[in-house]
């Protein structure tokens, strides 16, 4: 009777025993999930804040190349004005040659030209977010490819802002030569319209007077005088002023 009390009082410990143990172990395993599952969810979380960020960024791309779309008609219908104000000036003049050749100037390609924009990938699954959150490999997956389409769209991007800021300096330039041209129609009283052909009459006669300058002086570094302009004979001659150390014209009865 006593040995079996002691056997079934061992037989008890040793069932209390393993389902402790069980106890213990299952515990654990529930704790690993718990984690699994936290871990998981900063995953989601993390994911849902990236397809967000990634939306933003394409509604941004959308707005920049519609300001990269609208700059460059600009462009072209300025360049078409500006080539058409061209045209109309006198062939072979000063100020045709200095617009054309400030026009190509502008109109010149930038020495980093950007390359062509990265093309965003296409084949991306249209993952579930309630599968996502039950398979945490292809939570995973579905991370890892709206991590490369944020390096693209963000690669992107920095190219749009180099053409948008390469179009920018050339419509600065633009503008600030129409004002140029309004300042000289206001101040000469002459229209807008009329600055090229105004500019090119008055280069053309401030060249024509430097010409004439350097004719009448003499090679003896003598002002030619009102007489003979091949002989140089005249009734006048010229002498150096003491006072001012300069030529001066003078009858030749006066004395020096």
């Known amino acids: 009777m ?3 009390v002691l056997s079934i009082q061992r037989l008890m410990s040793d069932l209390e025993s393993e389902f402790t143990g069980e106890l213990k172990s299952k515990h654990v395993h529930f704790d690993s999930i718990k984690q699994q599952l936290r871990n998981t969810t900063i995953e989601l979380a993390r994911a849902r804040d990236t397809i967000h960020k990634l939306h933003t960024k394409t509604s941004q791309l ?11 008609d600009t462009l072209v219908r300025e360049t078409d004005a500006v080539r ?3 045209s109309d000036l006198p062939s072979e003049s000063k100020a045709r040659n200095d617009l054309q ?3 190509d100037t502008l109109l010149a390609q930038p020495d980093c030209e950007p390359s062509d924009l990265p093309l965003v990938p296409s084949a991306v699954d249209e993952d579930n977010m309630s599968e996502l959150e039950h398979d945490p490999v292809k939570l995973r997956a579905a991370v890892e490819r709206l991590r490369l389409v944020n390096q693209v769209y963000a690669r992107r991007d920095a190219l749009l802002r180099e053409r948008v800021l390469v179009l920018r300096k050339r419509a600065d330039v633009s503008e600030r030569e129409r004002q140029y041209r309004q300042i000289i ?3 000469c009283e002459i229209p807008e319209e009329g600055i090229d052909i105004w500019i090119d009459k008055f280069v053309s006669a401030v060249e024509s007077q430097d010409i004439q300058s350097t004719d ?3 090679p003896n570094g003598h002002i030619q005088t009102n007489g003979d302009a091949h002989t140089g004979s005249s009734d006048y001659t010229s ?3 003491p006072a001012t150390n300069s030529l001066t014209a003078r009858p030749p009865s006066l004395p020096i």
């Open 2 to 4: 006593h040995d079996s």
């Open 62 to 72: 959308d707005e920049i190349k519609s300001r990269v779309e609208y700059l460059e």
């Open 84 to 86: 058409e104000a061209i």
């Open 101 to 103: 050749n400030m026009l």
């Open 185 to 187: 129609a206001t101040c």
């Open 216 to 218: 009448d002086i003499q």
């Open 239 to 241: 002498y150096t002023d």
